[in-house]
């Protein structure tokens, strides 16, 4: 472990070397921007992934301009196995090393598991799920290499759910990361899933859902979840659940019978 209980921490005047390189995938919006933001302020190079490009390019010259550091941009679809490539032979390049991956991109399902297409799933499981574990693979190889690195892997608290396809495929998620927070136990390398709960941001009126009937003290902001997260992950926890609210209720829902925890997260699709 590094100096003050961290087990890394690559910003300037840490001893470190390079500027360090933050790679952050959803970058342009909600939880994945508040992390690019927060990295650039501490002196992280972002390299920031997501389809839109030209959001893309927006951000790069936000960070690039407010915090000068260097900001590149990687399009890339991640429910794709050519977008997933394009990232993993990035984060595999050994010239320009990533030194902290966030795996955030994600979007909701707007339908049950029955009342959607089977290809929907299945794109939905290769960017919540396969895309986390492959990105999370390759850095895990190169940053043990060089002997440290942190990868957060932002999942859901409903994969304590059951709550379709989405549920299932952060729930895997979830597991992935802890079984490799597990293998690289002893190194310097730390995984961190972040369980999140309800945030304030741009997912819920993509998937055609709404926030509307979620009081306020469920909602979280994204800025504060990218804050807990990066204290969490730098402290080499395996799992992270920003929110006090939320890390009272992830024990209780754990504990809880399966049948009533069916029963909320049925309740809970119908609702919206
Ligand atoms: N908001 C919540 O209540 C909540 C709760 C728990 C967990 N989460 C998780 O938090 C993560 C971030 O979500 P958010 O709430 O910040 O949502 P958001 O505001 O909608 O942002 C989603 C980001 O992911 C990118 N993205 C979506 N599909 C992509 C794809 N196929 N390939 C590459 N990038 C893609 C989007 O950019 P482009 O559209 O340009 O690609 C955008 O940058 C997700 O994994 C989500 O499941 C959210």
Same mark, same amino acid.
């Given at each position: ?39 650039? &302020?501490? %002196?992280? +190079?972002?390299? *920031? =992934? $997501?389809?839109?490009? #030209?959001?893309?390019? @927006?951000?790069?010259?936000? /960070? ?14 991640? &429910?794709? %196995?050519? +977008?997933?490539? *394009? =990232? $993993?032979?990035?984060? #595999?390049?050994?010239? @320009?090393?990533?030194?902290? /991956? ?171």
């Amino acid at each position: 472990m590094t100096s003050g209980g961290r087990h890394w921490d690559f910003r300037p005047g840490t001893g470190h070397g390079h500027v360090p390189t933050a790679l952050v995938t959803g970058a342009t919006s909600g939880i994945g921007l508040a992390f690019a933001r927060r990295l650039a &302020a501490e %002196g992280y +190079g972002v390299v *920031a =992934v $997501a389809r839109d490009r #030209e959001r893309l390019s @927006r951000v790069a010259r936000e /960070l690039a301009a407010l915090h000068h550091v260097p900001a590149e941009t990687l399009p890339a679809d991640l &429910a794709t %196995g050519e +977008g997933i490539a *394009a =990232v $993993a032979a990035r984060l #595999e390049d050994p010239r @320009r090393p990533v030194d902290v /991956l966030v795996n955030n991109a994600g979007a909701g399902l707007r339908t049950t598991f029955l009342d959607s297409r089977p290809e929907e799933a299945a794109d939905l499981d290769t960017l919540l799920y396969r895309s986390v574990s492959e990105l999370s693979w390759r850095a895990a190889h190169a940053m043990r290499g060089r002997g440290r690195g942190g990868i957060v892997n932002v999942t859901s608290l409903a994969a304590l759910f059951t709550s379709g396809p989405y549920s299932a495929s952060k729930a895997a998620a979830t597991v992935i990361t802890e079984a490799l927070a597990a293998e690289l136990r002893g190194t310097r390398v730390t995984v961190t899933a972040v369980m999140a709960g309800f945030v304030t941001t741009e997912f819920h009126a993509r998937a055609g859902m709404s926030l509307a009937g979620v009081p306020g003290f469920l909602r979280l902001d994204a800025d504060a979840v990218a804050r807990q997260a990066l204290r969490d992950a730098r402290a080499g926890r395996a799992l992270s659940v920003p929110g006090a609210f939320y890390r009272a209720l992830a024990p209780v829902l754990r504990a809880a019978p399966r049948g009533f925890v069916r029963e909320i997260s049925r309740n809970f699709q119908s609702a919206r």
